[in-house]
């Protein structure tokens, strides 16, 4: 039995006849993987450095919730007339205020003609108002 295999092994290695274009192709794809490789390694742009400085160069992002039909009274450390009347310009000033952890903005003709945010240090329990918006920092 060791014989006949060893006698089918020698038959088949000399009667196999490899294709040339099998190796071209080979060598052909061998090459296209080598160059998208290279190219996918190299960066098409310099990733941005910071200035190297004891202060910290990140910058907080915070998530500001929008509670309509809400007032969150007391613990105003600032308010300001919002002429434009949009609850998004006072959500917007406590995102970039650190000191603000909630807000409430009132309705214009509620307080005045034009419209009011506060902005204040703490969350206040939110009561139910038709008057605001207000909304606490995450």
Do not use: H
């Not at 009667?15 to 080979?26: A, E, Q």
Request: with cysteine; proline share 6%; hydrophobic share 45%.
């Amino acid at each position: 039995m060791k014989f006949k295999m060893v006698t089918a092994w020698q038959y088949a290695k000399k009667n196999f006849v490899f294709p040339r274009n099998i190796i071209f192709f080979g060598l052909v794809l061998l090459l296209i993987l080598g160059f998208s490789t290279a190219v996918n390694l190299i960066p098409l742009a310099q990733p941005a450095i910071a200035q190297v400085s004891p202060l910290s160069t990140t910058i907080p992002r915070y998530a500001v919730t929008a509670e309509f039909g809400r007032d969150r009274a007391g613990s105003d450390y600032t308010s300001f007339v919002n002429s434009t009347a949009a609850a998004s310009i006072c959500q917007q000033s406590c995102i970039n205020d650190n000191r603000c952890n909630a807000y409430t903005y009132v309705r214009p003709g509620v307080q005045g003609a034009s419209a009011v945010c506060y902005l204040k240090t703490v969350a206040p329990a939110s009561t139910p108002n038709s008057c605001c918006v207000s909304g606490v920092k995450l």
